[in-house]
């Protein structure tokens, strides 16, 4: 059975995927932070294993890691985890700055990197990384947020050019609008305008982003590598 761990498992997207992968034949390793009651439900439901971490913490990293390797070692990785924050550029703090990059590409560093040894010393492996439709076109007010993704970007076109070699791919889920509680902040109006301004003219499902995850986990897409595909329903094209 192959081991695949998902970071940030216990909402939203991430939750999809833990499903998505359960139901055809993984090991599911559900990473959460502060998700607890959700993460033990969805494990109950999946039977994928929780596992706590916060991934911006390489302590945490590594002890997660450590722990899934008494079941053996991974073959897939899904960077899933994230934070998204709206505010004028003038009101971003220091701290704003350090923690959107701490959670949304330190972690994703941190967890890849102490991954990645599985990978080479098997010679294959799949590593799917989440930016969004704003890491490519940027959004106001989402500075911190839409260069965070944008970094995601960069580190998953220069990852796959290193790993190519060592039978591993690469590649980035770019994200448009998801009815996910990242966007349950905003209003009624501001979601019918973001459906408006969507040539499908709707938000995309959980389930649709984790079946193009596991795509990109299958043998179906033994050639695809480095590449940032976006479902967004036109919104970005
Ligand atoms: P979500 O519903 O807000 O869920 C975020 C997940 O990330 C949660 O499971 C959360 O776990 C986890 N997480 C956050 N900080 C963490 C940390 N420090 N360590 C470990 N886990 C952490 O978000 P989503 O909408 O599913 O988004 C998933 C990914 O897709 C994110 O990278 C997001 O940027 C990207 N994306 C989403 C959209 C969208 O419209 N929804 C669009 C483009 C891109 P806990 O709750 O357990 O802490």
């Given at each position: 059975m192959k081991n695949i761990l998902i970071t940030?498992?216990?909402?939203g997207i991430g939750a999809a995927c833990v499903k998505e992968f359960s139901k055809n034949g993984f090991r599911v390793f559900l990473n959460y932070n502060n998700s607890e009651k959700s993460a033990k439900k969805l494990a109950d439901e999946t039977g994928a294993i929780p596992v706590k971490a916060d991934i911006s913490n390489s302590d945490e990293v590594k002890k997660m890691i450590d722990f899934i390797h008494g079941y053996g070692k991974i073959s897939v990785l899904v960077n899933n985890a994230g934070i998204a924050e709206q505010k004028l550029f003038s009101d971003i703090s220091e701290n704003d700055w350090d923690r959107m990059f701490d959670i949304n590409i330190k972690g994703m560093f941190l967890v890849t990197k102490a991954v990645l040894p599985d990978m080479i010393h098997e010679k294959s492996g799949k590593i799917i990384n989440f930016s969004s439709i704003w890491g490519i076109s940027g959004a106001s007010c989402e500075v911190h947020y839409s260069a965070s993704k944008a970094a995601v970007i960069g580190f998953t076109k220069a990852l796959a050019k290193e790993t190519g070699l060592s039978g591993i791919n690469v590649n980035c889920i770019a994200p448009g609008?998801?009815?996910?509680e990242m966007n349950g902040h905003l209003d009624d109006e501001t979601k019918t305008e973001l459906c408006q301004e969507t040539p499908l003219n709707r938000m995309g499902t959980p389930e649709e982003v984790a079946k193009l995850a596991y795509f990109l986990a299958?043998?179906?897409?033994?050639?695809?590598?480095?590449q940032i595909i976006s479902p967004n329903g036109g919104f970005v094209i």
């Open positions: 940030g498992g216990s909402r609008v998801i009815d996910t299958s043998p179906d897409s033994d050639f695809i590598t480095g």
